[in-house]
Structures are given as structure tokens and as C-alpha cells.
T-cell receptor
Framework: NAGVTQTPKFRILKIGQSMTLQCAQD?????MYWYRQDPGMGLKLIYY???????DKGEVPNGYNVSRSTTEDFPLRLELAAPSQTSVYFC??????????????FGPGTRLTVL | KQEVTQIPAALSVPEGENLVLNCSFT??????LQWFRQDPGKGLTSLLL?????REQTSGRLNASLDKSSGRSTLYIAASQPGDSATYLC???????????FGRGTQLTVWP
């Protein structure tokens, strides 16, 4: 298993540009998440999905959009990039077992700079 | 809202020392707690997962404990090595569809 994969690893955007961060997992996990990590801070939840066709906002959703057309893929779209979106973006997935949600597995991250 | 605090923010120790990293949280209604390791410029590696019904988990030189009543977890690292140098993050799984609440991390440096 490749686990959780993310592309690209690095990207520099100009203010106002758009891009899509790709995330895929091959563990057949229903739950997927997007987090951002600013320097010296913990991770904050942007969006999450509990299955194909179902998404919802997290703590910091403004400026982002997501879609979940398949179990495997969960792309994050940035529209009109702003300097405040300079951050490292992590995708994660997990699967519920009975009534307990087990560990989350993280991708390697995408380092985004908006100039 | 769940708040997660990690103390200390940074720690520098000589090789061989036993050390304790602390994590405190405000809401005891959690499903589990996960400790991660993050190397500079890298992703998160899961170290230990403690379910809410458990008191501790062990993996090699690592031992994590959970005390929900006091809102605390500790990560104990025995016989530290330079290769343990990294940032250690504590994360709680709350009651809302499995999202994690993260602390800011403890940056550990182990020098030879």
C-alpha cells in the first residue's frame, strides 16, 4: 500500500491564482481530512469527508473548496490564492471500527507559498 | 471547543536521558489520543494511539499514558538518542466525526 499520497510537494502561486492540491489513499478509508499547518502551530482542520459525495467544513474553510467523487480521492481547491494561505497542507484518512474511530494516517504534505 | 496544550514548547537534552513530554486538554469527552512525530519538512508519523478506555500504550522506548479525568497525557521516552530529535505532536479525536485537535508540539533536540 502506498498509504496517503499528495501532489505536488511544493508550489509557489501568485496572488489571485488558483490550484488544486491532490490527495489519494489506497486503504479504502471512508474518512478523509484536509489540515493546514502554519509555522510553530498545530494542525487546523479545513474540510473533511465521511464518504464519497459527502463533505463538510472544518475549522478554517474560507478560501477553499473540496469534492469527493470517489472513495480514494479528496482534492482541495484554492480559488483566488492569498498570502494568508501560505502554509503546509496535509491530507489524512481513517476508517471507523465499530463505534471507535481509529488512527489517522497522514500524507507527506504540500508546501504552498503565495507571493 | 477542545483546547490542547503541550508543555514544554522546546526541550534540549543530552543523549541517554529519560524524558517526559506533556499534553493537556480541556474536554475529557474524547475517543482516543494520538502522539505523532514530525521531522523538519516532513509529514506526520503516528507513534502511539491510546483509546479512551485505555490508560497507556507502549512501543519500544516510548510509553504514552492517558488520564481523562485530569485532562492529561504524557509521552515518556526512555534512553533518548539523537535520532529522537523531532517535533512531537499530541492530537485528540473528539466527538465530531473523527477530526483531530492538535497541540502546537514540543520540539525535542537530543545532543550526543
Amino acid at each position: 500500500n502506498a498509504g496517503v499520497t499528495q501532489t505536488p510537494k511544493f508550489r509557489i502561486l501568485k496572488i489571485g491564482q488558483s490550484m488544486t492540491l491532490q490527495c489519494a489513499q489506497d486503504m479504502n478509508h471512508n474518512y478523509m481530512y484536509w489540515y493546514r499547518q502554519d509555522p510553530g502551530m498545530g494542525l487546523k482542520l479545513i474540510y473533511y469527508s465521511v464518504g464519497a459525495g459527502i463533505t463538510d467544513k472544518g475549522e478554517v474553510p474560507n478560501g477553499y473548496n473540496v469534492s469527493r467523487s470517489t472513495t480514494e480521492d479528496f482534492p482541495l481547491r484554492l480559488e483566488l490564492a492569498a498570502p494568508s494561505q501560505t502554509s503546509v497542507y496535509f491530507c489524512a484518512s481513517s476508517a471507523p471500527t465499530g463505534g471507535t474511530y481509529n488512527e489517522q494516517f497522514f500524507g507527506p504534505g504540500t508546501r504552498l507559498t503565495v507571493l | 471547543k477542545q483546547e490542547v496544550t503541550q508543555i514544554p514548547a522546546a526541550l534540549s537534552v543530552p543523549e541517554g536521558e529519560n524524558l517526559v513530554l506533556n499534553c493537556s486538554f480541556t474536554d475529557s469527552a474524547i475517543y482516543n489520543l494520538q502522539w505523532f512525530r514530525q521531522d523538519p519538512g516532513k509529514g506526520l508519523t503516528s507513534l502511539l494511539l491510546i483509546q479512551s478506555s485505555q490508560r497507556e500504550q507502549t512501543s519500544g522506548r516510548l510509553n504514552a499514558s492517558l488520564d481523562k479525568s485530569s485532562g492529561r497525557s504524557t509521552l515518556y521516552i526512555a534512553a533518548s538518542q539523537p535520532g529522537d530529535s523531532a517535533t512531537y505532536l499530541c492530537a485528540l479525536r473528539g466527538s465530531t466525526l473523527g477530526r483531530l485537535y492538535f497541540g502546537r508540539g514540543t520540539q525535542l533536540t537530543v545532543w550526543p
